[in-house]
Structure formats: structure tokens, C-alpha cells
């Protein structure tokens, strides 16, 4: 099987990049950058079905791993940091493990992405667990790092995903749902850090945000699990409580301040009159899906 990826090939839209004014040069990036957008709608479906695999087992206390070097371990870690904060959910609930370690995610280290015993001491730190989803990100898809990973992901029986740009990824094999954003050949030869890594920002947005969609850290399109943890939060989270509950922001800000800015259960308190105390066993009892004990107050009624 051929695995050379074609991220790697010349792209004849931009071989006189170099000789170009400054705005034809933005404008090829950004033509090019089009295609990413286009590959990543061609794997709507697998990202779905990706979706679905993280969110059961976010259900049943697992947690979602990404593994990557160079540029897709970056993002990796990335969407795994923000996680935290845009959904209050633990540190450990994703992860984001780069080849090299910590220090490469400013500083490029020899060798971490052909590194199989690299992937094993990461991989062996983790316990994974047949509840855990690992995800690989490789733009080619081939390095010895995410593949060695997913071979050992396949081998403790959790799910797998891949997330490349290469249709004849070596980690195709070990993927329970392979998504495969085909974008192309890059504006600069082999610069993976543009349009594969554009796509794979998207697509691990589209991974965890969906998913915590689905395990209720969202009411109607609301982030209302979001840590105030600053004063543009804190305002976002009054102007959130104001609107579901239907109150004054004034109110929902007062509200919100005797009570930790518990957005949920503060709602509850003010559309229902809930104790706070009350609010949380609801809440609780319905795995924290605020719709879910709108519904329970309402059949109850």
C-alpha cells in the first residue's frame, strides 16, 4: 500500500508564491485554505460517528485521549486545555499528550515522532481503560508514535480514532473510525501546519464540543457549564441565567454571587424557585442535563 501522504506533493496553485506580490501570496493561502473547510464537510459522518464513541464513554466515566506530534500534538493539547474552562469538566476528562513531551510544545525534539518506545511510556502513564477513547492526529498519518499508540490502544480494547489527511494512513488499520480530511497539497510543500492543520483544528472542535453537547454541558445553545473564572465569564453567566430564567441580569447577577455562580442550579432556583440544595440533587440525579430536569419538573407538575 502507498502511504506517501499528499500533503507532501507540489501544489501547483502556488509555485510562484515566492515571486508573488504580498497580497496575491495571502490570497493563494487563503484559496487554499478553502479546502481545508471543503475536506473536513466530506467527513461529516465519520466525525459523527466519532462523536457518538466519545460521548457513550464520557458516560460511562471514560475519558478522551489525543496523542500527535509536532503541530497535531499542539492542537491536541490545545482543545484538550480549553476543555476545562468552557465546560467545567476535570483536567482528566481530555487529554492531550504530545510526542517529546511538555517542552515540545515550543521546541521541536529530534526524533519524538518515529519514537515506538516514546508511545509506549506515554501510553503506559494514562491506564487507559476499555472506557477511554484514544485519538491519533497525524497529517500523514504514518508516524511511528501515533501508529505505535493506536496499536496499543487496539490491544487494552478501548475505541480508536484517526484524524489525518491521508487516505493511506498506516493508523487506518488500528482506527476504529478513520476521518480523513483529504486536503491537499500544501501552499509551501509539506508545510502540514497550514491546510492539514486547519482541518484538524476543526475537526478536534467538532470532536469535543459535540460531545459535550451530548453529555448535557448545553442547554439550547448555551455554555452553561462555562467557569467564571474572570470578569468576562462572570458576565457572560449572568447575561446566560437572566435569559433561561427570565429574570433581570441584576437578579441573575445577585443570584449567581450568593451562590458560587452555580449557573445550573441558580437557574433552577429562579425559573422554579428550587432551593439550591434541591437544584443540585435534580441536577445530579439527571447527570447534570438541565433540560432533562426541565422535563422532570414539568411531567411532575
Known sequence: MNNFSDTEKLNI????????????IVKMINNEDFNAVYAVQKCLPDIAKAVDIISENFNNGGRLIYFGAG?????????????????SVPETMVVGIIAGGD????HAVEGAEDSNDGAKIDFEKLNISKNDTVAAISASGN????????????????????VTS??????????DVFICAKTGAEAISGSTRMKAGTAQKLILNMLTTSSM?????VYKNYMIDVKPTNIKLKNRAVKIVAKIAEVSENIAQKTLAENDFKIKPVIL???HGLEIA??????????GVLRKVFEQIEKEK
Do not use: M, Q, W
Open 269 to 271: 432556583n429562579l425559573k
Open 103 to 106: 517542552i515540545a510544545l515550543r
Open 213 to 217: 453537547v451530548k453529555v448535557g454541558k
Open 13 to 24: 496553485n502556488t509555485e510562484n508564491i515566492d515571486v508573488s506580490s504580498t497580497l496575491d
Open 143 to 162: 508516524a511511528n508514535y501515533v501508529v505505535e499508540v493506536l496499536k496499543l490502544a487496539k490491544n487494552t480494547g478501548c475505541k480508536t480514532i484517526a
Open 71 to 87: 503541530t497535531s500534538g499542539r492542537l491536541g493539547v490545545l482543545d484538550a486545555s480549553e476543555c476545562p474552562p468552557t465546560f
Open 166 to 175: 491521508n487516505e493511506n494512513a498506516k493508523t487506518k488499520e488500528f482506527a
Open 278 to 287: 434541591e437544584a443540585e440533587r435534580l441536577l445530579a440525579e439527571n447527570n
